[in-house]
Structure formats: structure tokens, C-alpha cells
């Protein structure tokens, strides 16, 4: 055999051995992803949560965010506040995959749960601080994977989030499952095999933004994705209300964000909540147990305003909120 | 445009492409134009330099070819001289000097102003100048031949996958490859594999992973920091520089031989070095040789007795720390490095002893760790931003040893990342076969390329660094 002959057959070989590895670990990832993590195994339960409301009878609402809303809101004291009729039906789920943002509601919304059969009456959204819900922010990588369609990047391309980089990690993200959640994989490994290693990460993380210099002009906010959202919203006859979370360290909202809200949904101003003490978070941003269970019966007493099912027409909803239905 | 950026092996797939079709000739005038779109998706200005500089030293060389008259010679080589380091200096150090001038009149009383330039430096600027000079001075040496076509030098000076960060090759060596049609052997995709497998996994996976650290430690007030994070904090930023620009290296020779070029070893396993002489054989070899054949040797080399050659050797060092920009903490670092070179040369390293004993395992490994270690104080030199900060620092590593959490996370972060690199090298190392990976069993090589890639796709950091000798 020429020498050439072996040397390409040797070549080919080795890049699909390289294949194989990466497609073995595709295979025995997928296989076990809800195991690797419970945000993972949160994101594969919306298909679930999706069907429940879905076959809800009453009352159907979601809080959707992250973590931040996540930690902060107890289902049972919600629906305990909200009902005057215990026997009533009523579902609340919540879809709180961690560290998501805008973009990745957006997308978890127009392809998990918007259409999949009947869309929840209510949607509620926790965010936090200035640049919340603003245009710029970036679809994460596992959320391209679990709910995004190849189609979506024109999506993204309209809302400034595209380039070779963004695009390539799209499209990287749509066909494996690994590389989408390598952050997650990654973090885990090392979670075992370096010692202090979320300690460490965090104070890096810290010390990194502390670092990051801010333009001394901010460009004008642009809520565009926020827009569409909401014209999705309102195109399956939803009810959104934005609640502006509560978080150790104050922060500001733009009055233009406000006033978007306000004209498509309901804006409930949450940051300072009654009886919420420092001591109540367990770090800057999430609620322990005392502190949700305070913000849920402060957040279901608000909210009693907006959604009464007791003088509703409909169970669930007051008759000034009733959409069309469908059925 | 960088290597580990998608943008750039998209490019690269497009150009391949085209390249393989194109017969010699044209191969060099796309490769030509392909560079200066690579180098201008920087800054399109970028190039005007990078063209003005081949223009002068293609008619210096020229001229200095045709030229009998070795005074005539000289003086044209000059120019070419003149106008790289001008270049170097207006866009490096124009800035430093003017500043310490100020200074150095205000000690003497004298209030001067002189202006401050607000100009960007541009990418590899350093690099290519070097390669330029090399080409005139080669020719003037006649060393080498002049470029008879003004694209073939051109193509040479631009040549994309060392444009930036070198290695910085010379003219004698690397342009008869732009001359001569290209031959691609069997087994040359399977080098360029391997350095490009090899260089990604040193540049994302160890030195992108060790740089976030290094970052946090050399940012904090040293008096905020205990002596064993200052310890890590060097030791991730000598993972870091040497995976970060040895990786680039590593992936610009594996294009280079995929486009029919061979580009010189620039690193050459640089931590198990035994001496400062051993050590500058193996890192960043390409400038190391350049500083030697056209400086260390032009002031005398080890020629005029001992004396000398230790002021020789501290010059070229200093030059060499300056090279890599206008800081004292450069200079200080080059210094050091220069001095390291004399005491080393006094205490009897680089004499050569007949019948002398190869040296035992136990002592190369304590040579090897008493050297690591210096160079680790020159990197405290070079990363820290300004000398108080290296003495605060020093004063911390050598009173403090408080280990904290943080110290514990990095020690853990340096040893995931390197650990498997370092066993990888020193069995390069004991073989003393550099491409000893292209020569093992197929199934052997996937399993290690395998590795690789798998590290590639999980364990790349979330945020990507750009080469740290971009900057220079």
C-alpha cells in the first residue's frame, strides 16, 4: 500500500474515532440530562407543566422567569390568597429555568407553551433591576437547544442578536444537546474535582463585573423583543402582569419600561415589600423560607385586585380580563 | 478575527477551499489578499502600514542586492531599519518616552509639555516589523535572495497564520516556501491536526480557564490578597501565558502546513528547561534566535572576552523585554531575565566539560523547579501593572501564608487544567520526539484527539480571552 494511501486512511480514521467519542457522549447525555441537574430536569418538565394547564378546569396562571422568581413564590399560599373558594379549581405553575432572561422567556414562550393546546390565563413575570427586559440580552445556549427552532434565527437576527459567533453558537446548540448544556456539565465536574470551586467561581464572577467598565453614555433602552412578546400575549388572550421583584440592593426602573407594561399588561411594583428583611434573602438576590412565604401573601394580596376569581363570571378570572375563548 | 472564534475557521474553510484549487502563482496572490482581509477585519488601516512597510523594505532589499558598494549597502539598509523601528516606536513607545522625558525634566525642574498621541497599536505590529527587518537584513547579509516579484514578498510579510503572533520567521528560511510551488506529503494534514488539536485545547481549555484567575489576583490590591493566592495567581498566569502563545503557535504551524508551509517551532516544552540559556532555546524560540543573530551577535556576542558577553547578554535581554511594549515592568523583567543569564553563566552553565556525566533524574528535576520558579518571578514582573505592585505582591508571597478558600480553588483549577497537559509534555519530553503523537497507533491518536475534543466542547469557558500577545 503508498505510503499516502495509509497515511489518509490513518487521518480518516482518527477523525471518525474523534466523532465517535463526542457522538458517544451526545448519546449517554441525552439519555441522562434530566439527572444532571434539576434545571435541567426543570426544563424537561414543560411539556408537563404545558399539558396541566392545558387540562386546567379554573383558573390557569404562570409565573415565569428565573430563579429570582423562582425562590420567591409559594404556590400553595398564592392560590390559598387568590381563592375565596378553596374547592374552586385553580393551577399555578411556575417555569423558572435558572439564570434565563428575556430572550429565553420569549422563545420558551412562543415554542413551549404558547399553542400547545389551551395557554395559561394569566402570566406572570418576575424581573429585576435597570437593564431588565431590555433588547441585548442573549438566548442562552440550553434554551437554543430545548426550545428554539432552526427558523427562530431570524427571530434573533431581528432583535440584534446575530454575527458569525451568535449564529455558529445557534446553530451548535440546536444540533447537541452537550454543547448547549456544557456550562452545566462543566460546572458539575468541577464542582467534584476542585475544591471551593462555587465559592471561587462566584468571588471571580464578582471581581470580574467590578472590573467591567460602563460606557459613560448608555444608549436609549429598546424594548422591541418585549413588544413582540406581548403582541404573542395578547394574540392567545393573556393576561400578563410584570412584577418588578424584590432584591437586597435597590434598584431603578426605566419609566419608559413602566409605561410599556402598563399599556399592554399590569405593572406591580414589588421592590419594597412590607416586613421583608435583609435577613429573609439567602444571598443578594433569592428569598429563604420566611421570605417567600412573606412575598407570596404580599404578592396574592396584590394580585387579588387583578385576578378575583370571586367576582369573576368565569371561575378564575373578573369579567374586565375575560378573553375570548376559544373553545 | 482569532483562532478560537468561529468566525475565524469559517473563514479559513472558504479560503482552503479556493487555495487548493488555484495553481502556485495565484495560490500566493489570494493567499496575499486573504491576509489583508484577515488582518483588516481589525482595522482596515491596520493594512496601510503593513503595505508601507513591505513597499520600503522590497526596494531596500532591491537595491541592497544590486548595490556592490558595501558602504551604499549599509546606508540603504539603514532606511529599512529606520522606518521599521520608527514605526515601532511612533505607535509603541512614543507615548512611554515622551512621558518619562516630562518626568525626568520636571526632576530637573524644566516644566515641558509635548503632546500625547491617541493612536490604537496596531495587532502584531512588533511581529511583522521583526520578519520584515530580518528579510532586508538577511539580504543584506546574503543570507538570503530578494523577492524578485513585489506579491511574493508581500504575501510573505502578511502571511496570515503567523501575522499576529508570530513565530517570526526569517526570510532565508520561510520565503524560498513562497517561491517554490507547494508539496503537500502524505502526513502533513495529519501534523497540521495535531498542532491544531494541541494549540486549541492549550489556548481554551487550560489557558482561557486559568486566565479568569490570574485576572482576579493581579486586579486586587495586593494588600487584600494573601501570600498563597499571589502564589497561584502566578503560577495560573505562567499556565496561562504559555498555553495562551505557545497554543497560538501551535495552531498557526497546523494551517501553515495544511497550506504547504513550514512554520518554526516556537516553543519547545519551555518549563522543564534546567538554565535561563536552556530556557530561552525553548520559548518563544522564534524572537530568542532573531535577538540573538541580530542584536547579541551584532554587539560582540560571547566575542570580546566574559565582561562583555554579560553586558551583551543583559542589552539583548533588556532590548527583548521592551520589545513586548513600552512599561518599566517589561525592562525590569528583561533585565532580570538578563541578570538571571550572567549568574547562571558565572556559576559555571553553558561550559562545556569533556567526559562530562549526563545529569541525574533527581537533579533536572530540582534544576527544573528552581528554574520554573524564576521564571514565575518574571512573570510577577511582566503581569503586574506597575513595580509597587510587584514589590506589595512579593512582600505578601514571602510573609503571608495564610491559605484561604480562594488559594484552595485556584491551586484546584491550575492542577484540572494542566495536570493532563503536563503528563502529555513530559512524555514529549522523555521521547524527545516533538511530534511523537502523529506517530503513535491510529486508535491511540483518536483516543488522545478524542480527549481533546471532548474537552473542547464541554469544558471551553464561557468567555473566550484574546491572545495575550496580540498586544504586542
Redesign the interface.
Known sequence: M???D???K??I??L???L???AA?EIIFRANQSRVSGDLKHLQDIPEISKRIGEAKGTAILFMGNSLIGEAIDKETIKAGLLCDTTKPMVIEKVVPDGTQLPDWYFIFKNRLAGAGRSPDVIIIGFAWKNALQDGGEVSTRIINFACRFNDIADLSRFGIRG??RT??FFLSKL?S??AN??I??NR??DI?????R???Q??NT??KS?VQTPKTEPQPAYSMLSRLFQMIAFHNIKSVFLAMPVVEPYTINPALIELISKNGVFLDCRDVPGLEKNMFVDPIHLGKAGQALFSRYLAERLRNIISPCSSARPGLPSAFLRNDKS | MIFNSYIFWLFFAGFFVIYRMLPHTLQNRFLLISSYIFYGYWDWRFCGLLAFSTIVDFLVAKTIHESESQTYRKRVLLISIITNLALLGFFKYYNFFSTELVHALAGLGLSVSLPMLNVILPVGLSFYTFQSLSYTIDVYRKKAIPAKNFFDLAAYVSFFPQLVAGPIERASRFLPQFLTPRVHNPGDFSIGLYHVMIGLFKKVIVADNLAPIANVVFSKNAADLSGAEVLVGIYAFAIQIYCDFSGYSSIAQGIAKWLGFDLMWNFKMPYFAVSPSDFWKRWHISLSSWLRDYLYISLGGNRHGNLLMYRNLIITMLLGGLWHGARWTFVVWGLFHGVIQVVYRLLGDGKKEENAKPMSLKKRLLMMAIMFHLVCISWLLFRADNLPQVWMMTIKLFTDFHITHFALYGLGMVLFFSVPLLVYEAIIEKSKDLLLLTKIKPAKRAFVYGFCALMLWVFAPLLSQVFIYFQF
Do not use: N
Request: a negative charge; hydrophobic letters at 40%.
Open positions: 503508498l505510503q499516502s495509509k497515511s489518509r490513518a487521518d480514521f482518527i471518525l474515532g474523534t465517535c467519542v463526542m457522549l458569525p459567533e455558529s453558537e447537541s452537550v454543547f456544557h456550562s456539565i462543566r465536574v468541577l474535582m476542585v475544591p471551593y470551586y465559592e471561587g467561581t468571588f471571580v471581581a470580574s472590573h
